[in-house]
């Protein structure tokens, strides 16, 4: 009897800890500003995996210089297949301007308000 106890109890702490890893794992947007910053460039790359989607955007920044890529995080692939949103939506090559709340820390990344396109298509909080 003691020894059923005893997997039990094993089983239900590896089941917790099994759980707090997933917690842990998620962040909060504590890292991102509460300002909003629009910038400008060219898709590099739309991933659109879990569990957040990443748009990669080169930046220019001077004339002459290599443009600057930008990493800015997104909702899951289910959140924003709900919500129309493909992995064909972000095309690699295509001009775009976006917001985002950018990093406190000032690295080139940034969460996704919203995104207007050449045509003037626009996603997200574009207001």
């Known amino acids: 009897m003691k020894s059923r106890r005893l997997i039990a109890g094993l089983l239900a702490t590896c089941a ?3 759980g707090a890893r997933a917690l842990v794992a998620h962040h909060a947007g504590t890292m991102f500003s509460d300002e909003v910053k ?8 739309f991933q ?5 989607s ?6 220019e920044t001077k004339p002459g210089e290599a443009p600057q890529e930008w990493s800015v995080e997104w909702g899951s692939p289910n959140q924003l297949g709900r919500n129309g949103i493909r992995p064909s939506t972000f ?4 001009k ?3 917001r985002v709340r950018p990093m406190r820390d000032g690295s080139p990344a940034g969460g996704f308000v919203g995104a ?3 045509d003037g298509t626009t996603i997200g909080n574009w207001k």
């Open 16 to 18: 917790l800890l099994a």
């Open 38 to 45: 629009e910038i400008a460039g060219t898709v590099k790359e």
């Open 48 to 52: 659109f995996t879990n569990p957040h």
């Open 54 to 59: 990443w748009i990669q955007v080169l930046v």
């Open 91 to 94: 095309k690699p090559g295509s």
């Open 96 to 98: 775009v301007t976006m």
């Open 116 to 118: 207007k396109f050449a």
